[in-house]
T-cell receptor
Framework: TQLLEQSPQFLSIQEGENLTVYCNSS?????LQWYRQEPGEGPVLLVT?????EVKKLKRLTFQFGDARKDSSLHITAAQPGDTGLYLC????????FGTGTRLQVFP | SAVISQKPSRDICQRGTSLTIQCQVD?????MFWYRQQPGQSLTLIAT?????????ESGFVIDKFPISRPNLTFSTLTVSNMSPEDSSIYLC?????????????FGSGTRLTVV
């Protein structure tokens, strides 16, 4: 069974702080994707990383794929209340397997 | 990317009854995926639905409990049968963006099911 463990499970921070979310697996994936989900909505894709060691930046979000393509991290700089939500990593093979999730709350 | 319409958006059902959830995609797709999201949890894949063949179920999910139809390349249904309170979850359908999933998946907005 392919498992993707995320840490931390919950994160509650003040606006302006930085944070990092980790996604770890014992399996290799062809790509690793990050999604954000808000209440009442389905997950929305933030980024896909494909190459081991790859780093992608999306405004204040930085995504990194591990060299062995088993792990990934999401770093948010200067978090804002609008970043609040459930962050999910997902490994792609012939289907999409989701991580355990990180619930982020950013207070003004 | 594809746009998915999922309905109903929410329902409250009596135990022992069944609910059918519909997903309509605005373009033809080979595979559609059904997920369950239990309260406060991440998403768990229920099954993959290919047009013209039986759905492929993940470990822990069976066809008798979650029958799936895929009559054409733009539509699928998931039925939650003989419901119990443990089936209270959000159910979501999704499709890949056309490159085997490596460019991400698009999700419907989900069906929030409460079984009483």
């Amino acid at each position: 069974t392919q498992l993707l463990e995320q840490s931390p499970q919950f994160l509650s921070i003040q606006e302006g702080e930085n944070l990092t979310v980790y996604c770890n697996s014992s399996s290799v994936f062809s790509s690793l994707q990050w999604y954000r989900q808000e209440p009442g909505e389905g997950p929305v894709l933030l980024v896909t990383v494909v190459t081991g060691g790859e780093v992608k930046k999306l405004k204040r979000l930085t995504f990194q794929f591990g060299d062995a393509r088993k792990d990934s991290s999401l770093h948010i700089t200067a978090a804002q209340p609008g970043d609040t939500g459930l962050y999910l990593c997902a490994g792609a093979t012939d289907k999409l397997i989701f991580g355990t999730g990180t619930r982020l709350q950013v207070f003004p | 990317s594809a746009v998915i319409s999922q309905k109903p958006s929410r329902d409250i059902c009596q135990r022992g009854t069944s609910l059918t959830i519909q997903c309509q995609v605005d373009s033809q797709v080979t595979m559609m995926f059904w997920y369950r999201q239990q309260p406060g949890q991440s998403l768990t894949l229920i099954a993959t639905a290919n047009q013209g063949s039986e759905a492929t179920y993940e470990s822990g999910f069976v066809i008798d409990k979650f029958p799936i139809s895929r009559p054409n390349l733009t539509f699928s249904t998931l039925t939650v049968s003989n419901m119990s309170p443990e089936d209270s979850s959000i159910y979501l359908c999704s499709v890949d963006r056309g490159t085997g999933g490596e460019d991400g998946y698009t999700f419907g907005s989900g069906t929030r099911l409460t079984v009483v």
